[in-house]
Structures are given as structure tokens and as C-alpha cells.
């Protein structure tokens, strides 16, 4: 079983940056893909973005442009790079591994990360 942990959450206002990390433990995720989501209060979690084992990204359309998803295999972690963050983006961030392809059920989820962004 995969353990994920998130971090690098916060406060940071419209139009600025936050970086978060998704740290795996357990086994390497090298092979699996790994996806971020993202659930604001009174909404359910929707898409962010996710990454195949090979490197192809693939984003929600809100947030193409804005965010970048990277992973260091050597790490064993997985990134969210927000730029030009929006009030609508603040919501609790989760990552998820997906040991069969993001098309089918993620196997693993971190405990979320908050992230606020003040107008």
C-alpha cells in the first residue's frame, strides 16, 4: 500500500504562487500516475491535473496555463506548481496514485493540503 503526503499548502494572495509536494512511501510510484484534486467547502472534489508514469500531463481547463504537474521518481514525489492563483482555486488539494492508468480508480490518497487564496 502506498502512503501519500501532502504539503506546501497555505495562505498567499490573488495572483501569486504556491508549490505543493506529494510524498510517497511504501513502494515507488515510478510506474504508477499520479493525480492532484482538489475540493473547495460545499463542492465535491473535482479534477486538477495528473501525470503518467512516462511524463504526459494532463490538466482541468481552469487551471491550464496556471499549474504545472512534475515528479522526481528519484524522490519518490510529485508536484503542483500554481502560478496566477485565483480566490476560485482555494479548496483542500489532494494527490491520488493511480497504479493502472489514470483512467481507472486511484489506489491511494494523501490527507490534503489547504490552500487559500485572498482577493
Known amino acids: 500500500q502506498v502512503q501519500l503526503v501532502e504539503s506546501g499548502g497555505g495562505l498567499v494572495q490573488a495572483g501569486g504562487s504556491l508549490s505543493l509536494s506529494c510524498a510517497a512511501s511504501?513502494?515507488?510510484?515510478?510506474?504508477?500516475?499520479m493525480g492532484w484534486f482538489r475540493q473547495a467547502p460545499g463542492k465535491e472534489r473535482e479534477f486538477v491535473g495528473a501525470?503518467?508514469?512516462?511524463?504526459?500531463?494532463l490538466y482541468e481547463d481552469s487551471v491550464k496555463g496556471r499549474f504545472t504537474i512534475s515528479r522526481d521518481n528519484a524522490k519518490n514525489t510529485v508536484y503542483l506548481q500554481m502560478n496566477s492563483l485565483k480566490p476560485e482555486d482555494t479548496a483542500v488539494y489532494y494527490c491520488?496514485?493511480?497504479?493502472?492508468?489514470?483512467?481507472?480508480?486511484?489506489?491511494?490518497w494523501g490527507q490534503g493540503t489547504q490552500v487559500t487564496v485572498s482577493s
Open positions: 511504501g513502494r515507488t510510484v515510478s510506474t504508477y500516475a
Open positions: 491520488a496514485a493511480f497504479p493502472a492508468g489514470w483512467n481507472n480508480p486511484p489506489s491511494s
Open positions: 501525470i503518467s508514469w512516462s511524463g504526459t500531463t
